[in-house]
């Protein structure tokens, strides 16, 4: 899905001037909030400790802002403090929030629950919350039932990632370790472009958890969906081969994973030697290049090679030149 690495180097061969930025340049810090749910059983509390650890280091690797809620026994209204971290955030700007779940969750057949110490917090709440951000917003549901806040929280240019494809799901997720693991994990840089984005830290995951089930012959309780389109169906690992989707949903629709291909916790050199500004301009430029892909056979090739050029001398304009 992630086209970037190839666009770069066709850039330097058909616009000559092109060089990825050599200077890091200022730019407003992404924002990482991490609930630490309840963990019932003692068992549990130490895995979530460890998922929100590995958070905390990749935020700092990032240079992200990171701070964490619920992590302490004593802490007894997470949901008060959470719902003033998510209000405190800049609804505007092109750094991206991150609100990461850690925990068990809960399904009534009418709204997801998250498990906090104290009250919880429903998939209708958090929606609520989130309706005024304009920002690039990733969601990271690490918990068990958390398919059923994939549809609530769905929204255009939102990133959201469940460990189970429904509220049924309700057994103990291990999706939310594999992905903590991954996301600042070099070795899922599946396009080695540098960085890992919110897609291969999925896809990682992914397979990971589907690895754990068929390795200790269990029937796999958690089936894990990325939802990045803004129709609230989400789509599966199994539909990717690496980043190339090899299925697409029957009603003709792109599936997810454009938008989680172009953010990262952790961003490459080349990531931050673009200004907000810009990197939002690439990822517009980005879209229509993976529109003008699904378009392709609806077009002469000369047609479609013109096209392709046009965007790709706009893309590569957007970096410094030497």
């Keep these: 899905m992630n086209l970037r690495p190839a666009l770069l180097l066709l850039a330097t061969v058909i616009f000559p001037a092109f060089r990825l930025p050599a200077v890091e340049r200022t730019q407003e810090k992404s924002a990482v909030i991490i609930a630490v ?8 509390a130490g895995d979530f400790a460890k998922w929100a650890a590995q958070w905390q280091k990749a935020g700092a690797a990032g240079t992200a802002r990171v701070q964490t809620i619920g992590g302490g026994a004593e802490e007894k209204d997470a949901l008060t403090r959470l719902r003033a971290a998510v209000a405190e955030e800049a609804k505007e700007g092109a750094s991206p929030l991150w609100l990461v779940l850690l925990g068990h969750g809960t399904f009534d057949g009418r709204d997801g629950k998250f498990n906090l110490r104290g009250d919880d917090l429903t998939a209708s709440e958090i929606a609520a919350w989130l309706k005024p951000c304009a920002r690039p917003v990733v969601v990271v549901c690490g918990f068990s039932a958390s398919g059923a806040f994939l549809k609530p929280l769905s929204a255009p240019g939102r990133v959201i990632v469940s460990a189970t494809k429904s509220g049924a799901e309700n057994n103990f997720a291990r999706f939310g370790g594999y992905f903590a693991e991954a996301v600042a994990d070099p070795a899922a840089d599946l396009d080695h472009d540098g960085q890992t984005s919110v897609l291969e830290a999925w896809l990682s995951a992914g397979q990971r958890t589907a690895e754990f089930y068929k390795t200790e012959g269990r029937i796999a309780t958690e089936h894990s969906l990325l939802e990045d389109n803004g129709d609230g169906l989400g789509t599966p690992p199994e539909w990717y081969a690496g980043l190339r989707v090899v299925k697409k949903p029957k009603d ?8 989680a291909s172009q953010l990262a916790l952790v ?3 080349a990531e931050r030697g673009l200004s907000p500004e810009l990197r939002a301009q690439r990822d517009a430029l980005e879209t229509e290049l993976a529109k003008l892909r699904e378009a392709k056979a609806a077009l002469s090739e000369k047609e479609y090679f013109m096209q392709l050029e046009a965007l790709l001398l706009r893309i590569a304009r957007l970096y410094p030149k030497r």
């Design 37 to 44: 749910g309840a963990s019932g059983e003692e068992a549990y």
């Design 267 to 269: 961003p490459s050199a």
């Design 252 to 259: 003709g629709k792109a599936p997810d994973g454009l938008r």
